[in-house]
């Protein structure tokens, strides 16, 4: 009787220490934390343990009743069938199969050894000034892509108004994510700058990349010497005084008259650059091009010998032409939605494109002796200029099929 006595003491302690690890083994099962999860010690063992006593035990006892004993060979042999998933092992980013282009970025990885039981892939990226690492005083938020199925992924429609990108990806299977693998960086350069609103005419209202026509904005009708300063295209409409908002701007005088001109605020000496404008339909009149730093305040852009535009004049009816030292080139084809401006300096370019199908719109061939600043000109209507954009490939590849053709197609020809 005291043999049976202990052996049901036995399986009493036994089922409290049950009841314990099956706790515990909730809890642990519970955590979301991939990192905190791994953090649990034995936890196999803890799963394992704390099941033992809750699958359907069956007491059995000796023919001469002195022993008692639970067996557990059906439900040992289910516990042994059960496979335990390993954390996944860091993937290896390729650096040299990342590719960076059309404001897009490109990241392959393998892993370091064959694992099936890989359901997929997070991969998280983030922007930085320095070439490697980010200090910890600039670092920014990580972004993350979840459930990526394959060893590649391109991230679109970038801005690169940074120069690098730091990139990170780490593997998971259907239990638990594995270490991140080696942060890579990778180099975004682009062409970023902001409308000079300090610089710009008083009848326009400018923010950031944006530019739009503010009658209310001037003193009246400025004139030059006694002569009024006459635009091309339509009459200038009529400007409003307003004496709280002229005091508040009246030392922006960059701009006068009928030269209702912006500039950007970040100049182009060297290197090749690419940005977009996109005006809105109802723009009765504006240019895009570049300018040298002396662009006088009552000149307008492709006027002078030191600026180049392409001017659309919707008023009455639609023109398009090119300008350049004040004469012009009428361009025979449909105005785009957007414009691709892209400036080559040591090659003595500025090509404008149909930012949309990559058409080529013209192209001005000079040897720039001074830094070039983005120049817009707007009348009754707005701009929006899209920086941080890479020389689109199809932008290159134009390029140099046109340069094989200079000379000898009149319409790739320099505005004499």
Known sequence: LSLLQDQLSQCSNALESSEELLELAAQSLDIKDP????????????????????????????????????????ERHMLQAVKFLQVPKAPEIDLAACLVADNCITVSWRMPEEDSRIDHFVLEYRKTNFDGLPRVKDEQHWELVDYIKATEYTLSGLKFDTKYMNLRVQACNKAVAGEYSDTVTLETKAFVFSLDSTSSHLNLKVEDTYVEWDPTGGKGREKTKGKENKRSGAPSPKRTSITTRSSARGSRD????????????????????????????????????????????????????????????????????????????????????????????????????????????????TKFTQPLLPGFMIWCGGLTVSTGLQVPTAVKTLQKSENGLSGSTSSLNNIA
Not at 40 to 66: G, Y
Not at 256 to 271: C, I, K, P, Q, R
Not at 312 to 317: D, F, H, P, R, T
């Open 254 to 365: 960059r701009f006068t008259g009928e030269s209702y001109t912006v500039l950007g605020d970040t100049a182009v000496e060297s290197g090749q650059h690419y940005w977009e404008v996109r005006a809105q339909k109802d723009c009765k009149s504006y240019s895009v091009g570049v300018t040298y730093r002396n662009l006088g305040k009552f000149d307008q852009l492709g006027k002078t010998n030191s600026s180049w535009c392409i001017h659309i004049n919707n008023w009455l009816q639609t023109t398009f032409s090119a300008k350049h030292n004040n004469k012009t080139k009428t361009l025979d084809m449909p105005v785009p939605d957007r414009i691709g401006v892209y400036c080559d300096f040591d090659g003595g370019q500025l090509i404008f494109y149909n930012a949309n199908s990559k058409e080529l719109l013209h192209i001005f061939r």
């Open 35 to 74: 990192v905190e999860f791994l953090k649990v010690e034995n936890i196999e063992w803890i799963v394992t343990m704390a099941s033992v006593f809750r699958i359907s035990p069956k007491p059995k006892v000796s023919d001469s009743m002195t022993h008692l004993m639970v067996d557990f060979t059906l």
